[in-house]
């Protein structure tokens, strides 16, 4: 069974521009999170993303948005990028909206650097 | 807002010995779910170990077991009989049923031979 898979695995991007990462979830999963990792800051929930709808939503600026799509296939879009949005970008599956009891898969992340 | 506290940055210890790290985390609720993840160099998060905390009986997965105390709200993973590949990141989360996973800022594990 596949696990979640993101792309891509690096990205190196200019200050102002926007970026699109993608999140793969496992076969059959209907909830997608996304989890931004930095040295100072931690790990910080994003939002999360159920059948397609926002079911939660972190503490980030509107820059930061995503989506989901029919297949269950999520996207996280930053525009107008910052130094400080230099980060590991987790994505996390799981089967039902919400930790229960399923807990959370993650993917090995992209790491987006800004110049 | 819930907050969990990992208050060992780094630890070590040598091959097949046992090792504890400490997680004491803040809430009101009565109803939660508690998880060790582990974070090696390849950078993905996986679950060594989850905890309801409706359940008393604390939780154990082969070498990983965990000391749930919902009153000291104290939650520390065992690891016992260590092996390299333990070697990583590992970081104590909590979360509420149907919300996101609130993390602690994590432990740096060191096994040595």
């Known amino acids: 069974k596949a696990g979640v898979t993101q792309t891509p695995r690096y990205l190196i991007k200019t200050r102002g521009q926007q970026v699109t990462l993608s999140c793969s979830p496992i076969?059959?999963?209907?909830?997608v999170s996304w989890y931004q990792q930095t040295p100072g800051q931690g790990l910080q929930f994003l939002f999360e993303?159920?059948?397609?709808?926002?079911?939660n939503k972190g503490n980030f600026p509107g820059r930061f948005s995503g989506r989901q799509f029919s297949n269950s296939r999520s996207e996280m879009n930053v525009s107008t990028l910052e130094l400080g949005d230099s980060a590991l970008y987790l994505c996390?599956?799981?089967?039902?909206?919400?930790?229960?009891?399923?807990?959370?898969?993650f993917g090995s992340g992209t790491r987006l650097t800004v110049v | 807002a819930q907050t969990v506290t990992q208050s060992q940055p780094e630890m070590s210890v040598q091959e097949a010995e046992t090792v504890t790290l400490s997680c004491t985390y803040d809430?009101?609720?009565?109803?939660?779910?508690l998880f060790w993840y582990k974070q090696p160099p390849s950078r993905q998060m996986i679950l060594v170990i989850r905890?309801?905390?409706?359940?008393?009986q604390n939780a154990t997965e082969n070498r990983f077991s965990v000391n749930f105390q919902k009153a000291a709200k104290s939650f520390s993973l065992k690891i016992s009989d260590s092996q390299l590949g333990d070697a990583a990141m590992y970081f104590c989360?909590?979360?509420?049923?149907?919300?996101?996973?609130?993390f602690g800022k994590g432990t740096s594990l060191l096994v040595t031979p």
């Open positions: 076969s059959g999963h209907r909830s």
């Open positions: 989360a909590y979360a509420n049923s149907g919300y996101a996973l609130n």
């Open positions: 905890q309801e905390a409706y359940k008393q």
């Open positions: 809430t009101s609720e009565s109803d939660y779910y």
């Open positions: 996390a599956s799981s089967p039902l909206t919400g930790v229960d009891n399923y807990g959370y898969t």
């Open positions: 993303y159920f059948s397609e709808t926002q079911r």
